[in-house]
């Protein structure tokens, strides 16, 4: 586990299932020989297999295939999405459905072209607190969030009456997933619901 990128907005990329661990073979792109090959999300028009973590880390993929790794990251309270269109071959960016002019964004475009997606039934969304990405934790369900005794702090369960329509975690039900993610600056825990 010595030689493996850490990426800031997945810290436990290598336990949450976007990579898989393989015997040694070499990346498709650097052709280095890695013992990991990422399976996480990214959206291109070609297909791309057997890419080793550094390759993402490096955002020699993205570059390479024209890709995104994240489907939708929440930014400026807004829901951005950003696709690649090859007429004008450039990056478009979309606020909910309407094109906006491309954010110039280190954080973002770190977290848009070198960060690891995560899996998920519906389409991923990427949380945000204090003006910042938070990290992704991991996947659990409710009796898995119940026992982690995360305070859930008043303003986290108001977004969660916004955006799914329940008034406490109890309402969740037990065949949803949910997404544990959690502010990279005062800790606080976020979640995204994930309907199956
Ligand atoms: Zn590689
Ligand atoms: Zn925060």
């Not at 073979?25 to 890695?34: F, V």
């Not at 969030?145 to 955006?163: G, H, Q, T, V």
């Not at 329940?166 to 997933?177: M, N, Y």
Request: proline share 4%; with cysteine; net charge negative.
């Amino acid at each position: 586990m010595n030689n493996l990128p850490i990426f800031k907005y997945q810290p436990k990329a290598y336990d949450v299932g976007v990579f898989k661990k393989v015997p040694a073979q070499n990346c498709s792109i650097c052709n280095k020989e890695t013992d990991y090959i990422y399976t996480g999300p990214f959206y291109s028009i070609d297909e791309v297999d057997n890419v080793c973590p550094w390759c993402i880390y490096e955002g020699t993929v993205t570059k390479q295939y024209n890709g995104v790794l994240q489907a939708a990251v929440e930014y400026k309270d807004k829901l951005l999405s950003v696709t690649y269109d090859d007429e004008s071959n450039e990056y478009l960016y979309f606020i909910g459905y309407d094109e906006v002019e491309p954010f110039q964004d280190d954080k973002l475009e770190e977290l848009l072209f070198r960060t690891p997606g995560y899996i998920s039934w519906q389409e991923p969304q990427w949380l945000s607190h204090c003006d910042e990405f938070c990290a992704y934790i991991g996947y659990v369900n409710k009796s898995e969030l119940s026992a982690m005794k995360i305070d859930l702090r008043d303003e986290e369960l108001f977004a969660i009456k916004e955006n799914y329509g329940i008034d406490t975690l109890d309402q969740v039900s037990e065949d949803s997933g949910i997404h544990l993610f959690q502010c990279l600056t005062f800790g606080q825990h976020r979640i995204h619901i994930d309907h199956t």
